[in-house]
């Protein structure tokens, strides 16, 4: 059974930074990515990391604040998360795909990320 665990989420304050993990119980998956939900609205994507090439994607309103990396060796993706606002207040989601082009099929159960003002 695939399963994805997420870590490091919490309450800090605008323009700290927050790093999240997520460990995979195994490295059969194409893609591995962020996403989040806040309050009232529906789960985004936010950043994605293919497992081979380490080629990474980002949701414009992240660019240039966050960054994905990932650990083949520890099956684990990152997510350093500087500059954070509070527009980024949400409940974080790791996600996986074991091919290019499929909708993320495998979810962690999340990890909440509260940014005061």
């Known amino acids: 059974q695939v399963q994805l665990v997420e870590s490091g989420g919490g309450l800090v304050q605008a323009g700290d930074s927050l790093r999240l993990s997520c460990a995979a119980s195994t490295r059969t998956f194409n893609s591995m990515g962020w996403f989040r939900r806040a309050p009232g609205k529906e789960r985004d994507f936010v950043a994605s990391?293919?497992?081979?090439?380490?080629?990474?994607f980002y949701a414009n309103s992240v660019k240039g604040r966050f960054t994905i990396s990932r650990d083949t060796a520890k099956n684990t993706v990152y997510l350093q998360m500087d500059s954070l606002k509070p527009e980024d207040t949400a409940i974080y989601y790791c996600g996986a795909r074991r091919s290019w082009g499929e909708t993320f099929g495998y979810w962690g159960q999340g990890t909440q990320v509260i940014v005061s003002s």
């Open positions: 990391i293919t497992w081979n090439g380490g080629d990474t």
